[in-house]
């Protein structure tokens, strides 16, 4: 009788056991997203960053720039700007939001308490990431509609390509965030710390001026900036015209600039404040 007794309860117990140590990296995620997207959506200033400053540049650019610069590119005015807004929400949504993020968190010594838990470290930094990733994929979700519905280009020709360029640039800013974190004392200074990477990015990785109207010297400094090949991934899946090389570089470039950031973080990034 003990043994019939025993045996039904017993054997149930492992595959319980297993399905909580399959979601316990996924509840941890989710748990540090959600703190951080709640502590995001207090911050009102980087909310009016991240959604109204993309659109106004993008309507800028939009006017600003002239066909006639554009002509033998195969690029349309609403093509250049939209793709660059692309650019634009991945810069201020995920790199610009998250220096920030990530200083405020290690002054306030969120980074240190965290780390005497079971998180562990790469946790810590995707799951302070998430939202920021999240709110830039949504605002390019709506470039992309608006750009089809009411500015007259084409569904994206090759959406693995955009799919993979959105994805490999919010990795990379993600990556380049943390270490720019590293040199910025505090929140405040975060403003002064990003600014050189978003002049390189939105003067030489195509954001405003595409490199196709660029001369050929500085054209190919510029393709090897670490936004170019995101950039290009991004313009390429939704407006086509390059050829089969080109995304593979444009992959590669990113990739190592990938590689670069992720190895920088973690001999340099830093969990308690700077004193």
Same mark, same amino acid.
């Given at each position: 009788?003990?043994?019939?007794?025993?045996?039904?309860?017993?054997?149930?117990?492992?595959?319980?056991?297993?399905?909580?140590?399959?979601?316990?990296?996924?509840?941890?995620?989710?748990?540090?997203?959600?703190?951080?997207?709640?502590?995001?959506?207090?911050?009102?200033?980087?909310?009016?960053?991240?959604?109204?400053?993309?659109?106004?540049?993008?309507?800028?650019?939009?006017?600003?720039?002239?066909?006639?610069? @554009?002509? !033998? /590119?195969? *690029?349309?005015? %609403?093509?250049? =700007? &939209?793709?660059?807004?692309?650019? $634009? #929400?991945?810069?201020?949504?995920?790199?610009?939001?998250?220096?920030?993020?990530?200083?405020?968190?290690?002054?306030?010594?969120?980074?240190?308490?965290?780390?005497?838990?079971?998180?562990?470290?790469?946790?810590? @930094?995707? !799951? /302070?990431? *998430?939202?920021? %990733?999240?709110? =830039? &994929?949504?605002?390019?979700?709506? $470039? #992309?509609?608006?750009?089809?519905?009411?500015?007259?280009?084409?569904?994206?020709?090759?959406?693995?390509?955009?799919?993979?360029?959105?994805?490999?640039?919010?990795?990379?800013?993600?990556?380049?965030?943390?270490?720019?974190?590293?040199?910025?004392?505090?929140?405040?200074?975060?403003? &002064?710390?990003?600014?050189?990477?978003?002049?390189?990015?939105?003067?030489?990785?195509?954001?405003?001026?595409?490199?196709?109207?660029?001369?050929?010297?500085?054209?190919?400094?510029?393709?090897?900036?670490?936004?170019?090949?995101?950039?290009?991934?991004?313009?390429?899946?939704?407006?086509?015209?390059?050829?089969?090389?080109?995304?593979?570089?444009?992959?590669?470039?990113?990739?190592?600039?990938?590689?670069?950031?992720?190895?920088?973080?973690?001999?340099?990034?830093?969990?308690?404040?700077?004193?």
């Amino acid at each position: 009788m003990t043994t019939l007794t025993n045996a039904p309860d017993s054997a149930p117990s492992a595959p319980v056991a297993t399905a909580a140590q399959a979601t316990t990296l996924r509840g941890r995620l989710a748990a540090l997203g959600r703190a951080e997207a709640a502590l995001l959506a207090r911050n009102r200033t980087a909310i009016f960053v991240s959604l109204l400053m993309p659109a106004a540049m993008v309507l800028a650019m939009k006017s600003a720039m002239k066909q006639s610069v @554009l002509d !033998g /590119t195969g *690029l349309s005015v %609403a093509g250049a =700007a &939209l793709t660059g807004g692309i650019g $634009i #929400v991945l810069v201020q949504a995920v790199y610009m939001n998250l220096v920030s993020a990530y200083v405020a968190r290690r002054e306030d010594l969120v980074l240190k308490r965290l780390r005497t838990g079971e998180v562990t470290d790469p946790e810590i @930094l995707v !799951g /302070t990431a *998430l939202p920021s %990733a999240a709110l =830039a &994929l949504a605002q390019v979700a709506v $470039i #992309v509609v608006a750009g089809t519905a009411f500015f007259g280009l084409a569904a994206p020709r090759r959406p693995e390509l955009l799919l993979a360029g959105l994805l490999l640039g919010v990795v990379l800013l993600a990556g380049l965030a943390a270490l720019t974190s590293a040199v910025t004392r505090t929140v405040q200074t975060s403003q &002064l710390t990003t600014l050189p990477l978003f002049f390189i990015s939105m003067t030489g990785s195509g954001l405003f001026v595409p490199l196709e109207v660029m001369p050929d010297r500085m054209a190919a400094v510029c393709e090897l900036l670490p936004l170019t090949g995101v950039m290009t991934l991004v313009r390429t899946g939704w407006l086509g015209g390059a050829d089969g090389s080109e995304p593979l570089m444009a992959a590669a470039t990113g990739l190592a600039w990938t590689v670069i950031a992720v190895f920088a973080v973690r001999h340099r990034f830093r969990w308690e404040p700077r004193r």
